[in-house]
């Protein structure tokens, strides 16, 4: 079992070692007093019990992670034989150089150190251990548990091998890593979000609009799930003032440095730009529009588009890292793209006029682009090409060609996979590449992450139009649905639908339109469409009568209810369910017995079945009949027939 040591039992440090002892690591986490100690255990606990109390994790497997932690005052007992060492303490210069200068004192020479900064200099610290070429950034996100992001980060003297090797660490932990490929200010996302935050308080600061107006613009037109100047007050506002002190990127504005003055830092004091000491503020939805949000948008884009100048990361990197490091709905190339270069360029250089900041003046890269005329979606070509081969950006398409398997993962985790009109449309152009696709026998339908499945329509990003729930336009919404879903159910291969987390709303009607659906015990399955006030709509009225009775439907349906997988599995909604440790396991044992059996005979039982249901038994048998001459014709009938005499095990061509 390989060792790795955590230094510093705090919010941060304590979730590392948590993921990583879930991963199966020896882990031991040291810091300067054992009331630390202390705390971190008994925080780690509750996040055991919570899983374990909601079927997350086996009994038996949370006292395994456990028994792989060890809490030490010793920093010799937490380094020597340890493999990877990974500083979280303060966002300290000094105190983390200090940290490393006593580490490499016990560490052996093939240790490999990582500091989780959020922005302070890779290249900086490590000039002070033994082993700058061994050293590197793992920003990780708070909650440790929850993000999916760590930033991994290359000093100006790391070597390949190190970043290598912090990327497949991350992945072993089951988190996502982005590779920042400079020692930059902010690396990707703070860099992106930091002015974005800062900007906004300015423009606050001017009377350029007020703060309801800036974060109702943001949230309700723009679907972000928190304005910025609340998303400021979340975070900390101490946070974000010692962020722009730190940085170069945008100065602090006056109103921030009065809230700092006066202890108002937001959240966690109870007041900051608002007044959170009756919880959540309530933003109002009629202001949206009011505010010019190209005035935050457009220098987001601009910074991207310089972390692409400098080569720190690709367009594709910089908008996964900001939609999973902060739940933005899109990166800030693909809303670039979206509005147009063009139009990002001409407010940028507005706003340049207007604040004098460098970080308000068009890259290079930018005005490259609008010069050869590379807009974006409307010229066919921005940071993302929209001509020839289709490229998604909300799926994963992933084949294992020995097998003849396919897997089509809705990849918005940051979204909890949540079906927008864009996902919907990427859904059928991946069904009508994949249904013609010869190295293909079975699909299996998935989430990315491993909390869910797919949390059904994303509402808070169609509501961003007033417009969309208006009868006519909801019809539509509807129909929209109805029709993917359906190409699922038509699909001329076996459908898996593998339900890793919740699936609720269109994710559960999702799942029904599939052939078959394993479920982890770890999520939950339901038509909650009811308890907000809406009924399903993409078929969930129909597929779930067919599949668990009318009286159950009727029970699933009109009380929004939520159930287990064992309780889905008992009302046969699912095939079965699965402890998570086995959840891929059993849904590779399926697909690989399905694409073994012959693909033409499968379609044409899958067709019987569907479609003959709910017709009169000899119109019913009239369908079957064709389908079976249709079978009987074929090659696969008789290579199975000579493999049955044989005593062999066939191998069908599909032919």
Same mark, same amino acid.
């Given at each position: 079992?390989?060792?790795?040591?955590?230094?510093?039992?705090?919010?941060?440090?304590?979730?590392?070692?948590?993921?990583?002892?879930?991963?199966?690591?020896?882990?031991?986490?040291?810091?300067?007093?054992?009331?630390?100690?202390?705390?971190?255990?008994?925080?780690?606990?509750?996040?055991?019990?919570?899983?374990?109390?909601?079927?997350?994790?086996?009994?038996?497997?949370?006292?395994?992670?456990?028994?792989?932690?060890?809490?030490?005052?010793?920093?010799?007992?937490?380094?020597?034989?340890?493999?990877?060492?990974?500083?979280?303490?303060?966002?300290?210069?000094?105190?983390?150089?200090?940290?490393?200068?006593?580490?490499?004192?016990?560490?052996?020479?093939?240790?490999?150190?990582?500091?989780?900064?959020?922005?302070?200099?890779?290249?900086?610290?490590?000039?002070?251990?033994?082993?700058?070429?061994?050293?590197?950034?793992?920003?990780?996100?708070?909650?440790?548990?929850?993000?999916?992001?760590?930033?991994?980060?290359?000093?100006?003297?790391?070597?390949?091998?190190?970043?290598?090797?912090?990327?497949?660490?991350?992945?072993?932990?089951?988190?996502?890593?982005?590779?920042?490929?400079?020692?930059?200010?902010?690396?990707?996302?703070?860099?992106? &979000?930091?002015?974005?935050?800062?900007?906004?308080?300015?423009?606050?600061?001017?009377?350029?609009?007020?703060?309801?107006?800036?974060?109702?613009?943001?949230?309700?037109?723009?679907?972000?799930?928190?304005?910025?100047?609340?998303?400021?007050?979340?975070?900390?506002?101490?946070?974000?003032?010692?962020?722009?002190?730190?940085?170069?990127?945008?100065?602090?504005?006056?109103?921030?440095?009065?809230?700092?003055?006066?202890?108002?830092?937001?959240?966690?004091?109870?007041?900051?730009?608002?007044?959170?000491? +009756?919880?959540?503020?309530?933003?109002?939805?009629?202001?949206?529009?009011?505010?010019?949000?190209?005035?935050?948008?457009?220098?987001?884009?601009?910074?991207?588009?310089?972390?692409?100048?400098?080569?720190?990361?690709?367009?594709?990197?910089?908008?996964?890292?900001?939609?999973?490091?902060?739940?933005?709905?899109?990166?800030?190339?693909?809303?670039?793209?979206?509005?147009?270069?063009?139009?990002?360029?001409? +407010?940028?250089?507005?706003?340049?006029?207007?604040?004098?900041?460098?970080?308000?003046?068009?890259?290079?890269?930018?005005?490259?682009?609008?010069?050869?005329?590379?807009?974006?979606?409307?010229?066919?070509?921005?940071?993302?090409?929209?001509?020839?081969?289709?490229?998604?950006?909300?799926?994963?398409?992933?084949?294992?060609?020995?097998?003849?398997?396919?897997?089509?993962?809705?990849?918005?985790?940051?979204?909890?996979?949540?079906?927008?009109?864009?996902?919907?449309?990427?859904?059928?152009?991946? &069904?009508?590449?994949?249904?013609?696709?010869?190295?293909?026998?079975?699909?299996?339908?998935?989430? %990315?992450?491993? +909390?869910?499945?797919?949390?059904?329509?994303?509402?808070?990003?169609? &509501?961003?139009?007033?417009?969309?729930?208006?009868?006519?336009?909801?019809?539509?919404?509807?129909?929209?649905?109805?029709?993917?879903?359906?190409?699922?159910?038509?699909?001329?291969?076996?459908?898996? %639908?593998?339900?890793?987390?919740?699936?609720?709303?269109?994710?559960?009607?999702?799942?029904?339109?599939?052939?078959?659906?394993?479920?982890?015990?770890?999520?939950?399955?339901?038509?909650?469409?009811?308890?907000?006030?809406?009924?399903?709509?993409?078929?969930?009225?129909?597929?779930?009568?067919?599949?668990?009775?009318?009286?159950?439907?009727?029970?699933?349906?009109?009380?929004?209810?939520?159930?287990?997988?064992?309780?889905?599995?008992?009302?046969?909604?699912?095939?079965?369910?699965?402890?998570?440790?086995?959840?891929?396991?059993?849904?590779?044992?399926?697909?690989?017995?399905?694409?073994?059996?012959?693909?033409?005979?499968?379609?044409?039982?899958?067709?019987?079945?569907?479609?003959?249901?709910? &017709?009169?038994?000899?119109?019913?048998?009239?369908?079957?009949?064709?389908?079976?001459?249709?079978?009987?014709?074929?090659?696969?009938?008789?290579?199975?027939?000579?493999?049955?005499?044989?005593?062999?095990?066939?191998?069908?061509?599909?032919?």
């Amino acid at each position: 079992m390989k060792k790795i040591a955590v230094l510093g039992a705090g919010a941060m440090g304590h979730g590392i070692a948590y993921v990583s002892a879930l991963a199966g690591y020896e882990v031991w986490i040291r810091d300067i007093d054992q009331k630390f100690l202390d705390k971190a255990l008994a925080n780690i606990q509750k996040l055991l019990d919570k899983a374990v109390a909601k079927g997350k994790m086996k009994e038996e497997k949370a006292k395994e992670a456990l028994s792989r932690l060890h809490f030490t005052l010793d920093m010799k007992e937490a380094i020597e034989g340890a493999e990877l060492v990974i500083e979280a303490v303060p966002e300290i210069l000094d105190l983390k150089k200090k940290v490393f200068e006593e580490v490499q004192q016990y560490a052996s020479p093939e240790c490999i150190f990582a500091t989780n900064t959020s922005g302070l200099s890779i290249t900086e610290i490590s000039k002070v251990t033994d082993r700058p070429e061994r050293f590197m950034g793992l920003h990780f996100f708070n909650p440790v548990p929850v993000m999916q992001l760590v930033e991994v980060i290359k000093g100006e003297l790391t070597a390949d091998s190190t970043i290598e090797y912090g990327v497949k660490f991350v992945k072993s932990i089951g988190k996502t890593p982005v590779v920042v490929k400079k020692d930059v200010e902010g690396f990707i996302v703070n860099r992106c &979000l930091v002015p974005y935050l800062a900007l906004a308080i300015d423009d606050v600061d001017r009377k350029v609009a007020t703060q309801e107006e800036i974060d109702a613009t943001m949230k309700f037109k723009y679907a972000f799930p928190m304005g910025p100047i609340e998303l400021g007050d979340f975070v900390g506002l101490d946070i974000l003032y010692h962020s722009g002190e730190q940085w170069s990127l945008v100065p602090n504005a006056q109103a921030l440095k009065e809230k700092i003055e006066n202890n108002e830092l937001g959240m966690k004091t109870g007041k900051g730009f608002y007044d959170w000491s +009756k919880g959540r503020p309530e933003i109002p939805e009629e202001l949206a529009g009011k505010y010019d949000a190209l005035r935050l948008l457009a220098p987001m884009v601009n910074i991207a588009s310089g972390l692409i100048e400098m080569g720190v990361a690709s367009a594709e990197e910089i908008d996964l890292a900001m939609k999973l490091g902060t739940n933005m709905p899109k990166g800030p190339c693909e809303l670039g793209d979206e509005i147009g270069l063009d139009v990002i360029a001409k +407010k940028l250089e507005e706003l340049h006029a207007e604040k004098g900041l460098d970080v308000l003046k068009p890259t290079e890269l930018l005005m490259k682009m609008v010069k050869e005329g590379k807009l974006g979606k409307k010229s066919g070509e921005g940071f993302y090409s929209y001509r020839g081969e289709v490229s998604f950006k909300n799926l994963l398409i992933e084949k294992d060609t020995e097998n003849k398997i396919a897997k089509l993962i809705l990849n918005r985790p940051h979204r909890l996979n949540a079906i927008s009109f864009e996902l919907l449309d990427e859904m059928e152009l991946a &069904l009508k590449q994949l249904a013609k696709d010869d190295e293909v026998r079975v699909l299996v339908i998935t989430g %990315a992450g491993d +909390k869910s499945f797919s949390a059904g329509f994303d509402l808070q990003e169609a &509501l961003a139009d007033p417009s969309t729930l208006k009868p006519a336009n909801s019809a539509m919404v509807s129909a929209r649905g109805n029709e993917v879903f359906t190409m699922i159910e038509k699909f001329p291969k076996p459908v898996i %639908a593998a339900i890793n987390g919740y699936a609720f709303g269109g994710g559960c009607e999702l799942s029904l339109a599939c052939d078959f659906r394993i479920m982890s015990k770890a999520g939950k399955i339901g038509l909650t469409e009811i308890a907000i006030g809406l009924i399903p709509g993409w078929g969930g009225t129909q597929r779930m009568a067919k599949i668990i009775g009318l009286a159950k439907a009727k029970e699933m349906i009109m009380l929004a209810k939520r159930i287990t997988a064992d309780e889905a599995e008992q009302i046969g909604l699912v095939n079965k369910a699965v402890d998570p440790e086995n959840f891929w396991d059993e849904v590779n044992t399926l697909a690989k017995a399905l694409a073994e059996l012959p693909p033409i005979s499968l379609r044409m039982a899958k067709y019987a079945i569907n479609y003959g249901y709910e &017709l009169p038994v000899e119109a019913g048998q009239a369908i079957e009949a064709a389908y079976f001459g249709i079978a009987t014709s074929t090659e696969d009938v008789i290579e199975g027939v000579r493999a049955f005499f044989e005593k062999r095990k066939p191998e069908f061509k599909g032919k």
